[in-house]
T-cell receptor, first 115, second 114 residues
Framework: DTAVSQTPKYLVTQMGNDKSIKCEQN?????MYWYKQDSKKFLKIMFS???????INETVPNRFSPKSPDKAHLNLHINSLELGDSAVYFC??????????????FGSGTRLTVV | DQQVKQNSPSLSVQEGRISILNCDYT??????FLWYKKYPAEGPTFLIS?????DKNEDGRFTVFLNKSAKHLSLHIVPSQPGDSAVYFC?????????????FGTGTRLAVRP
């Protein structure tokens, strides 16, 4: 029973393509996140949704568009992929307002390689 | 602007000894600090946290110490076990200003030698 599952696990695609990464959590959490881990191993927040509402949008190119159809799902769509988008993308979830106490639950990551 | 720093990219420790992982931060608004553990091809898993009103929190073999004046925290693992070999991330939250957003360090790879 995977608590936070993201698909696909690996994604190799050409520059200029559009791709999506899906994330689902079965923990009943209100808040979901997308984090990006770049080549320097920096884990940096991209977006946060609380009960389908966008609450954090860091300085991310507008080629990246999150979509939350319900509070259990947060998908990430990327248009016109660039080489610099190559990274590992982690989805995470947390109960509302207690993430600092209990931490997030992360998915296992999606390794995106743009060639 | 790296607000959370882990200056040691790696650490090697003998099984049974103490592992000490260090973390420094610059943002005085941070009020919660967390440690995560990450195995290859998996997501980070939450290990232990500490509020800025405390200076120590203990959970089994894991203890986190916080020195607010030095803006420094450390994770102690005693005794270290081979299964502790992983990458450890320090993270911080400024709940009043940024809600549940976590700012992560770049990680320290711990290797525990049998």
């Amino acid at each position: 029973d995977t608590a936070v599952s993201q698909t696909p696990k690996y994604l190799v695609t050409q520059m200029g393509n559009d791709k999506s990464i899906k994330c689902e959590q079965n923990l009943g959490h209100d808040t979901m996140y997308w984090y990006k881990q770049d080549s320097k191993k920096f884990l940096k927040i991209m977006f946060s949704y609380n009960n389908k509402e966008l609450i954090i949008n860091e300085t991310v190119p507008n080629r990246f568009s999150p979509k939350s159809p319900d509070k259990a799902h947060l998908n990430l769509h990327i248009n016109s992929l660039e080489l610099g988008d190559s990274a590992v993308y982690f989805c995470a979830s947390s109960p509302r307002n207690v993430a600092a106490n209990y931490g997030y639950t992360f998915g296992s990551g999606t390794r995106l390689t743009v060639v | 602007d790296q607000q959370v720093k882990q200056n040691s990219p790696s650490l090697s420790v003998q099984e049974g000894r103490i592992s000490i992982l260090n973390c420094d931060y610059t943002n005085s608004m941070f009020d919660y600090f967390l440690w995560y553990k990450k195995y290859p091809a998996e997501g980070p898993t939450f290990l232990i946290s500490i509020s800025s009103i405390k200076d120590k929190n203990e959970d089994g073999r894991f203890t986190v110490f916080l020195n607010k004046s030095a803006k420094h925290l450390s994770l102690h693992i005693v005794p270290s076990q081979p299964g502790d070999s992983a990458v450890y991330f320090c993270a911080a939250s400024a709940r009043r200003s940024s809600g549940d957003k976590l700012t992560f360090g770049t990680g320290t790879r711990l290797a525990v030698r049998p």
